[in-house]
């Protein structure tokens, strides 16, 4: 059995996760690893689960997020999913 890197719990299907820079981590459900690896966006502070928009380095969980703190840059950011096409 493995124990989760965050939890603590030993659990028998427990399972890796091996990052880009070669870093390993161990965990007994997503939710822990989503707490432990997911990025938080820099405007409200929420953890970024789905693909959320990155502008100079910084992660936002959304558009509106990305546009409320890059000032005249963040303007031009749009959502593409759930866009309709025009």
């Known amino acids: 059995m493995a124990t989760c890197e965050v939890c603590g719990n030993d659990y028998w299907m427990a399972f890796e996760v091996r990052t880009v820079s070669g870093d390993v981590h161990t965990f007994d459900c997503f939710e822990c690893a989503v707490h432990k690896l997911a990025p938080i966006c820099e405007h409200c502070q929420i ?30 950011i749009r959502d593409a999913v759930g866009s309709r096409p025009a």
Do not use: D, L
Not at 50 to 76: D, K, L, M, N, Y
């Open 47 to 76: 953890r970024i689960v789905g693909h959320g928009v990155e502008v100079s380095g910084r992660f936002f969980c959304c558009a509106h997020c990305a546009r409320a703190e890059e000032g005249e840059q963040g303007a031009q």
